[in-house]
């Protein structure tokens, strides 16, 4: 018998910059808010009394929690968080906001400013790729290897076996 989960939502565990990853994400996301922040009634573990603990927030509905646990644990590329762009002005856009302070990375993945890893891709992409036209979905293949942040007009001429 499957258990019944309400709401499932994301916590992601930083050193000290919760409240500024909540407000940062909040920033970039349309649709987006900073909910409850709530802060450490006295020192533990090398916080201080009053910094911030966990600060909440939603993007599009999704509830994210930030906590700053220590500098023990670091994001790595196992997780990551995709965007799917319906256009290139999308993609110029999430691309420029979360490599700010980050570092690009190959193929439409990026590390924002916290080190959390992003996959920025045109929503077009998984048709391309998993079509039953298999020379095309080589041919995109080919052409987004290429690629750090995605050029959706190239991705289109390549499916379309034009010269990309």
Not at 17 to 25: P, T
Not at 40 to 67: H, P, W
Not at 103 to 126: N, R, T, Y
Request: with cysteine; hydrophobic share 40%.
């Amino acid at each position: 018998m499957p258990i019944s989960v309400k709401k499932l939502s994301t916590c992601l565990w930083f050193d000290t910059q919760a409240e500024e990853a909540a407000n940062f994400y909040v920033s970039v996301f349309k649709n987006s808010k900073v909910g409850h922040v709530s802060r450490y009634a006295q020192d533990v573990q090398g916080k201080k009394a009053g910094s911030v603990m966990v600060a909440q927030f939603e993007i599009n509905g999704r509830a994210f929690t930030a906590l700053n646990g220590g500098p023990q644990y670091k994001f790595t590329e196992a997780v990551s968080f995709q965007v799917a762009c319906d256009s290139q002005e999308e993609i110029d856009y999430f691309w420029g906001k979360l490599t700010d302070g980050g570092q690009e990375g190959p193929c439409g993945w990026l590390k924002d400013k916290f080190g959390l890893s992003w996959q920025v891709f045109p929503a077009a992409l998984p048709k391309m790729l998993m079509g039953s036209d298999k020379a095309a979905s080589a041919r995109v293949m080919g052409a987004f290897m290429k690629m750090k942040k995605f050029d959706l007009a190239q991705l289109t001429r390549a499916y379309e076996g034009e010269n990309a």
